[in-house]
């Protein structure tokens, strides 16, 4: 390639590093740019974030590549690109599967990707990520100079540097892995808010603008939303993020056990207290607690917790001396607590003081093609689990996700894409290289969009028996439950959240009901 038709090709993304632009827009640019300078199928700019590869922009890719995490070592094409400092051009022949089987969107072509070529962004003399091209075509790579994808990726790094510098993203890596860390603890495992809709947008935003901040947080939104991920992303964001972030599902326990967890207790408080014990506003000490299901709580622990919010101090259970805590806390409920309030089940001190900066966080139903990356998301996690080469929807399912009106929102997804993989996968014992969700494969059936596992729509209401009302509900509340197991083949896990009910509660009415 000629110096003159290289020039033509960068000079319009040299011009962009004087430009204020959405990262979303330079990325964009930047693979376009690439394209037009190396013909391809597919390219992909992707960001080094640990022992992940995460895409930032795509350009002849399934829509779901941009929810996808590619965990490097399970995929050998990309580790043999980030441990070269050069560019590299796999054969069109090779044995090592493709990360981009199935995914490059051609229509009446085969699937699986023959020609590669890919190159590490060096950004402050370390790895940053790869830049890739990708071609159905058997050969198409053979006549391009390495050195014209070496000159582009080296403006690909600089474009990158600029657009973490407008954003204020340039934070020093050990301080970031430090951070990544303590999050990575504190949460469990690797998760991320994952979306490019409007309403997502919005939240992040919110997040962000509440983040650095000591301002209580209220989290609303249905079951399934994220509220406990919005949770962690708010403690992430805070000066609090290199402390501890503490969790307690306020519907799991009952009241008494409730307030030694919160609180602690000391020895002989209650039958079975031999010891002294800290509560979780002192193990969260200096950083950030988070109560879920804080409709449940009773308005006796309500007025408990007002307390050490408005004095920062608090007495453990069967004693009388103070111990002074500095918590953020972030709470969350899927109950309208003004209208708990109005009727009387919650109290309104308590609630004011939860809910300083309510956030409310929008029903996947609300956020249109963001379905996509979160099934890419998923998509990605199952093929891992399963040993698979390539884990892909086709359009008729993608259509279809997106179509679906998700009662059960994110974690609905989640579930459904882990079903409905392994199913697919049992109907091709030979294990394909590339396996296709159709349309077909997504049980979207099973749970009508339109009503819920509890309405009358799906279940008739019993007679009145012989009891009065209070067996009548028994009688029915057992039918509901029982049509709910039969529907997850007695998975009590799956069951309790179709019901929006904590799966200890779940466990506890059950027994009560002769069901367990």
């Not at 590093?17 to 990262?23: A, Y």
């Not at 300078?37 to 992707?46: F, I, N, S, Y």
């Not at 919650?346 to 939860?354: E, G, I, N």
Request: net charge negative.
């Amino acid at each position: 390639m000629t110096a003159k038709p290289l020039l033509t090709a960068l000079l319009p993304l040299v011009s962009d590093l004087s430009r204020d632009l959405p990262d979303q827009e330079r990325y964009r640019r930047l693979l376009q740019a690439m394209r037009g300078l190396l013909p391809c199928d597919a390219a992909a700019l992707l960001r080094l974030d640990g022992e992940w590869l995460v895409p930032l922009a795509v350009d002849g890719l399934s829509a779901d590549t941009l929810g996808r995490r590619f965990k490097v070592s399970e995929h050998p094409r990309f580790q043999i690109l980030l441990s070269r400092a050069e560019p590299t051009r796999f054969a069109s022949d090779s044995e090592l599967p493709d990360p981009y089987d199935g995914l490059v969107n051609a229509h009446d072509a085969a699937l699986e990707v023959h020609d590669c070529m890919g190159c590490p962004l060096m950004v402050d003399e370390r790895p940053w990520g790869l830049v890739t091209l990708d071609a159905l075509t058997p050969g198409q790579f053979q006549s391009l100079e390495l050195d014209a994808l070496q000159a582009f990726a080296s403006l690909a790094a600089a474009t990158v540097t600029v657009a973490e510098r407008i954003e204020h993203l340039a934070l020093r890596a050990e301080d970031e892995h430090h951070r990544a860390e303590i999050y990575r603890q504190a949460s469990g495992q690797d998760r991320e808010l994952i979306g490019q809709s409007k309403a997502h947008k919005q939240l992040v935003e919110e997040i962000r603008l509440v983040g650095s901040s000591d301002l209580t947080v209220l989290i609303t939104g249905e079951t399934g939303v994220g509220k406990e991920l919005v949770a962690q992303a708010l403690h992430q964001a805070s000066s609090r993020a290199d402390k501890p972030l503490v969790s307690l599902n306020c519907a799991a326990l009952p009241d008494t056990l409730v307030e030694s967890e919160l609180f602690g207790h000391v020895r002989g408080a209650f039958t079975g207290a031999h010891g002294e014990r800290r509560g979780k506003f002192e193990l969260a000490n200096g950083g950030t607690l988070f109560l879920d299901e804080v409709g449940e709580l009773s308005l006796t622990v309500q007025a408990k917790l007002l307390r050490v919010l408005q004095s920062g101090q608090l007495q453990r259970l069967g004693s009388d001396r103070d111990h002074r805590v500095d918590v953020r806390l972030i709470a969350a409920t899927n109950r309208d607590l003004a209208a708990e309030v109005r009727n009387g089940n919650y109290r309104a001190d308590f609630y004011h003081r939860l809910s300083v900066y309510p956030l409310q966080v929008p029903p996947l139903r609300e956020r249109g093609r963001d379905v996509l990356l979160l099934a890419g998301y998923f998509l990605e996690q199952n093929r891992s689990r399963l040993g698979l080469n390539s884990l892909r929807l086709s359009s008729e399912a993608q259509a279809a996700l997106l179509a679906y009106d998700w009662p059960g929102n994110v974690r609905e997804l989640e579930h459904l894409i882990g079903r409905s993989a392994l199913k697919a996968m049992g109907q091709h014992p030979e294990r394909p290289r590339i396996l296709t969700l159709e349309a077909s494969d997504l049980d979207l059936r099973a749970v009508p969009a339109t009503a819920t596992a509890a309405s009358p729509a799906l279940l008739p209401a019993p007679s009145l028996p012989e009891g009065g009302l209070r067996d009548a509900i028994d009688a029915y509340q057992r039918q509901v439950i029982d049509a709910c197991l039969q529907r997850h083949q007695d998975n009590w896990a799956a069951a309790a959240r179709e019901l929006g009910l904590d799966r200890a509660n779940l466990s506890r009415l059950a027994k009560r009901l002769g069901l367990r």
